[in-house]
């Protein structure tokens, strides 16, 4: 069964862009902002400052703020005491200095009422006879509050209780900077009244080393986007202790992290200074800054705060910890202010992975397929010590995925310690099946020392349809779905009775993707079995295990040259003969689209509840050009192609209709490991859904709100 849906066409208008939201009755536009997706553009700045010279210091950092705003950016954090610099000793004391503070503040406000970003300024401030190492927040000329730094170390090279008080306790008060009086403490966020997602919490420098920063309070009453403003001397070493610490805390937080230390202009009197800037999502590293610069620098990605709020519905121990905190978001202020979003097309600052359920460096790769294969076999190799240790039977098609069930399953026998020949590997010949893939059937069969046999299902196909008054048994070349799963039917009836023969359990071959697409006749072996290895594996990551197998010497050389034979198969179910006269398979990809692009789909869909327009839109950006990074290690050159606008919405909605008419079949799913951190379609693990639900809805959404036709 199939979820059909039309296709519309599209002109050149849909080359451009992506159409963002509308009031009714006003006409449709067309940009690719980034803002109609819930993502917002922020930076991590490192102007070079002058020590003790607030006058200069604020010209560089209105210098950084108008590059920010020139480039688009919503958010610029600066270096902590960024305003007076860092490194002063006891001058911090000094009301020469301070007085020239609040004017280089007061610069600072006066410069930037034209310009666009929130300002994040770091600023030593007086307040009732104590002095304060804070944040400003600034936005268009106007201080919306101040926030003090809670946590002052005072111990090795450290001496910051000298000179400053500690803000921990300050809340619900005030502050008088430059004549202006803003709200002041550690109680704040700063809320965009016009632009959704973007709140921002503040915290300084040594406040992410404790063992609860204040940033997770933060987060837990609405900040999406948390700030550091960081001094920060560099040792060896150190500069991986802050990305773990930003990494760790967007994980933790379930946010946006944006860290900017000082460096190059404060004293090295006993210090030094590497301006080390990192921007982080959900303990994802979207860009670092390169250190030791002699010149200012920007650091600037767009954060998707849409995605870090759909991650925390979904994150019900994030809600829990609020509760247990005692609910910060009714004891923080909320200070909202009218951003402004320029809301024009200025392209995706971040790297926008193509194969997002794959790796693209050679390290993460080639972790994530150790474990992603084990994962398999210590799944399979556990199920079969669960049933008494039988038989494990496999039809083996010559194709990608009854390939990669294959070795899996050798492997568990080694582990087990069991011979191979445990194993009951069946080729099961029907209409359509080529030499070639039926020729590596039988060679990975004998190659793996599995017990192989064939059985030719043709003669009871034909009796079957027989039965059924089908024309094609009288030879009529009538190859409709019954023809096909008249065949598919019997291999699995087939590979159950043997199973049942034997004494062992039927191995499943079916992966996520297809299962993702419907691409698989209900009751039948690449959707039902007694245990499905692969349903957890979408079809992009199954091509990248084998190809580890092969290169990570998991099998013998010939077995390596067989298995890397069938990744250049193509795709194809082979339940329809070739083409009289092209000889042409039947493709899988000709028919139901790319799996590269499925797969992207499917990620972005599955485990971030992405709307279909902000799908279309990353996905453009992803597959938009051939020449781009983006690639996993080891990619074929041969393979890299680019997808247009028309191309990919025609593919989307193709995926969304398939897979909303297609749960019912994964609802009746055989139990399968998990593999990847992207989900699984499980019923009773990250996908639960009704059967009868419709695609209407996210269509809907993709006509509103995606590329014009």
């Known amino acids: 069964m199939r979820g059909d849906v039309s296709e519309p066409e599209f002109g050149e208008a849909a080359q451009a862009g992506f159409g963002g939201p509308t009031r009714p009755g006003e006409p449709r536009r067309e940009f690719a902002a980034i803002h109609s997706h819930g993502l917002a553009r922020v930076a991590a700045a490192t102007p070079l400052v002058v020590t003790a010279d607030p006058a200069r210091n604020a010209e560089a950092t209105v210098a950084l703020a108008r590059q920010a705003d020139a480039d688009g950016v919503d958010v610029v954090v600066f270096p902590e005491l960024g305003l007076s610099s860092y490194a002063l000793d006891d001058l911090h004391l000094q009301d020469a200095l301070l007085d020239a503070v609040e004017q280089a503040v007061d610069t600072v406000c006066r410069a930037s009422r034209e310009l666009g970003p929130l300002l994040l300024v770091g600023a030593p401030l007086r307040r009732r006879g104590r002095l304060y190492n804070t944040a400003l927040a600034i936005s268009r000329g106007r201080i919306l509050g101040v926030v003090p730094k809670t946590f002052l170390p005072n111990y090795r090279e450290y001496y910051e209780k000298r000179w400053f008080a500690s803000g921990a306790g300050v809340t619900g008060e005030e502050i008088t900077v430059a004549g202006r009086t803003v709200p002041f403490g550690t109680d704040l966020i700063f809320e965009a009244a016009d632009l959704p997602d973007l709140v921002v919490g503040v915290e300084i420098c040594e406040d992410y080393w404790a063992p609860i920063p204040p940033s997770s309070y933060a987060a837990m009453a609405g900040a999406t986007l948390l700030a550091n403003l960081s001094a920060s001397n560099i040792v060896v070493g150190k500069a991986a202790d802050r990305a773990h610490l930003s990494a760790a805390q967007s994980a933790r937080a379930l946010a946006a992290y944006v860290y900017s230390a000082a460096g190059t202009g404060e004293s090295t009197t006993d210090l030094a200074w590497d301006g080390q800037g990192t921007i982080h999502e959900l303990g994802d590293l979207l860009a670092e800054s390169a250190r030791f610069a002699d010149t200012p620098q920007l650091l600037v990605a767009d954060v998707d705060l849409a995605r870090v709020r759909q ?4 994150t019900g121990t994030f809600n829990d910890s609020a509760a247990a905190a005692g609910r910060p978001e009714q004891r923080f202020r909320t200070v909202r202010f009218d951003h402004r979003p320029h809301r024009r097309d200025v392209g995706l600052r971040r790297h926008q992975r193509r194969f997002p359920f794959v790796p693209d460096t050679a390290e993460r790769l080639d972790l994530d397929c150790y474990e992603a294969f084990n994962i398999q076999v210590h799944g399979l190799a556990r199920r079969f010590q669960a049933t008494g240790g039988g038989r494990m039977v496999i039809g083996i098609s010559g194709g990608l995925d009854s390939t990669h069930a294959l070795i899996v399953a050798a492997k568990a026998c080694d582990r087990l310690g069991v011979p191979r020949t445990t194993i009951l590997g069946y080729t099961l010949p029907g209409f359509a099946t080529s030499d070639e893939t039926k020729a590596n059937a039988w060679a990975l069969m004998r190659a793996l020392g599995v017990e192989a046999a064939e059985i030719d299902i043709r003669p009871a196909a034909r009796l079957l349809l027989a039965d059924l008054g089908h024309p094609a048994a009288e030879g009529a070349a009538d190859y409709d779905v019954t023809y096909e799963n008249v065949q598919a039917g019997l291999r699995t009836d087939y590979l159950f009775r043997l199973a049942n023969h034997h004494g062992g359990f039927v191995v499943g071959t079916g992966d996520l993707s297809e299962l993702a697409l419907g691409w698989c006749t209900y009751g039948v072996g690449d959707q039902m079995s007694h245990y499905a290895v692969n349903a957890g ?26 298995l890397t034979a069938v990744l250049d198969t193509e795709i194809s179910p082979e339940l329809v003969p070739a083409d009289a006269e092209t000889g042409t398979m039947q493709s899988t990809q000709d028919r139901i689209g790319p799996y590269e692009l499925h797969d992207f789909f499917l990620y972005h869909l599955l485990r ?32 890299r192609h680019a997808y247009d606008v028309a191309t990919i919405v025609r593919w989307l909605r193709e995926f969304l209709g398939r897979f909303m008419a297609s749960q019912f079949k994964r609802s009746a799913l055989p139990n399968g490991p998990k593999v990847s951190f992207g989900g699984t379609l499980s019923p009773r693990g990250d996908w639960r859904a009704p059967s009868d639900a419709r695609a209407t809805a996210w269509l809907a959404e993709l006509d509103r709100n995606g590329p014009q036709p």
Do not use: C, N
């Open 311 to 314: 991650e925390r519905m979904r």
């Open 537 to 562: 594996v979408p079809k992009t990551l199954i091509q990248y295990l084998i190809r580890w197998a092969v290169s990570h010497d998991q099998f013998d050389e010939d077995t390596g040259k067989l």
């Open 608 to 639: 971030h509840g992405l709307a279909p327009s902000k799908i279309a839109f990353l996905a453009w950006h992803a597959w938009r050009d051939a020449l781009t990074d983006g690639w996993p290690a080891g990619f074929p050159d041969g393979e």
